[in-house]
């Protein structure tokens, strides 16, 4: 009989996938659950899957490998789709697929399996990822062929007594984990329409925020968030505890249309208030010890390395080579970020680095200033000398100089 590892979360469709496939396909189905910082109750996640049917449950702990493999390079890239847009989910895949993988040598399965529907991006993720780590495993996609409406699975599972709580009955899509929230569906599918307030648990509204102003140092070595407030936090819990505080003063909550990589506009809402403080911290930090150059070279890259996590091409040759360069860029990204929390708002507020470029000397206008002023005319200059050449020769329109009245 095959044997098949099946990515479990719990919910109503993947308890609907553990029975379906070993009635439709005649296979055993091992069911692995992935913590990556959802939340839940891991141990009655375990349970509902045995009960649905599974021959095995297993619960792997994954999120400090996650904070510090995935996200972390996140962070050091700044990466946001579309501009805006963490990868809460993308960059999930790629470490479930992982475990996926080692789960099926560990228990010498033939096939692994996801619930992801056809629609959408993170079926993409699974797949591309498992046959880059595996080749030889086939990759089993039961929700994109059972063709069962919601109803249909919540049936299903009634009939074959698979306990579902109400929670699964909600009208939201939701994939959380320690990155933040994404909330899909109900009448977020009308882009016009506001999200309603109760799809979020972690960003308070800003009128519930605390009225006092208060903040928080981020230190970071070589690119990547080790303190806070000056005491060495390991990643995920630093992502933990930040998004219960910056959540509190209902920051981070993103609400756009996005272009999935199957070619639909989707309207997505997501909040992630500790990855995107992390990343305006992590930005501050590379403007004070970034030379110019690099700076802008790598900020030309950044999309392109979020354009690669979100179309599932994290086990891939240009996502190593973007990351080698990254890590290149980092070697100095060493020092801290004053951050302050207001009603709606977290922004950096000050900023040092022992080895940064900012130099007092060269910058004030105070006595202190060893700047060589005599060096400027020239440059100045020869800086506008082609373009003086240009408007002398070649200048055909006279410019625009308005009469009358000058000022400066
Ligand atoms: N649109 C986002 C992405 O592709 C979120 C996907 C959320 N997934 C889900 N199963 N609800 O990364």
């Known amino acids: 009989m095959k044997r098949v590892v099946l990515a479990y979360s719990g919910g109503l469709d993947t308890s609907v996938c553990v029975r379906w496939m070993q009635e439709e396909w005649d296979v055993e189905v091992v069911a692995l659950a992935?913590?990556?910082g959802q939340g839940g109750d891991f141990e009655a996640i375990?349970?509902?899957a045995l009960t649905a049917g599974a021959i095995e449950a297993v619960v792997v702990d994954a999120r400090a490998e996650y904070a510090s493999e995935y996200v972390s390079r996140a962070i050091k890239a700044n990466a946001l789709y579309e501009g805006k847009y963490p990868l809460v989910s993308a960059l999930s895949r790629p470490v479930i697929a992982r475990h996926l993988v080692a789960a099926a040598r560990e228990f010498g399965a033939d096939a692994v399996a996801h619930g992801c529907t056809g629609k959408g991006n993170d079926q993409v993720r699974f797949e591309v990822s498992v046959r880059t780590l595996a080749p030889d495993l086939e990759v089993l996609a039961p929700v994109r062929q059972w063709g069962f409406t919601r109803r249909d699975s919540i049936e299903y599972a009634a009939r074959h007594a698979i306990p579902i709580t109400v929670t699964e009955e909600k009208p939201y899509s939701v994939d959380e984990n320690l990155v933040g929230r994404a909330i899909e569906c109900g009448v977020m599918e009308d882009p016009w329409v506001a999200p309603p307030v109760d799809v979020y648990t972690i960003t308070a509204a800003i009128t519930d925020a605390p009225k006092e102003a208060r903040e928080f140092i981020v230190g970071f070595d070589r690119?990547?968030?080790?303190?806070?407030?000056g005491i060495p936090t390991p990643l995920h819990e630093m992502i933990t505890e930040l998004n219960a505080l910056i959540g509190a003063y209902g920051y981070g909550r993103i609400d756009m249309v996005e272009n999935r990589r199957v070619g639909i506009k989707s309207r997505e809402t997501y909040e992630c208030p500790a990855a995107l403080a992390l990343i305006v911290a992590h930005q501050d930090l590379e403007a004070i010890t970034q030379e110019r150059d690099v700076m802008r070279e790598k900020a030309r890259l950044e999309p392109r390395y979020a354009d690669l996590v979100y179309?599932?091409?994290?086990?891939s040759p240009l996502r190593e080579a973007l990351d080698a360069f990254v890590d290149s860029t980092q070697r100095h990204v060493t020092g801290e970020v004053r951050m302050r929390l207001e009603?709606?708002?977290?922004f950096a507020a000050g900023r040092?680095?022992?080895r940064g470029l900012y130099d007092y000397e060269l910058a004030t206008y105070e006595a202190e200033d060893a700047f060589r002023h005599e060096d400027a005319a020239g440059f100045v200059r020869l800086w506008g000398l082609s373009v003086e050449t240009w408007a002398r020769r070649q200048r055909t329109e006279e410019p625009v100089v308005p009469r009358g009245d000058t000022h400066g």
Do not use: I
């Not at 690119?223 to 407030?229: A, F, K, Q, R, Y």
């Not at 009603?343 to 977290?346: A, E, L, M, N, Y």
């Open 311 to 315: 179309d599932g091409l994290w086990f």
């Open 34 to 36: 992935v913590d990556v």
């Open 343 to 346: 009603p709606g708002r977290c």
């Open 352 to 354: 040092r680095a022992e």
């Open 223 to 229: 690119g990547v968030p080790v303190t806070l407030d």
């Open 46 to 48: 375990r349970l509902r």
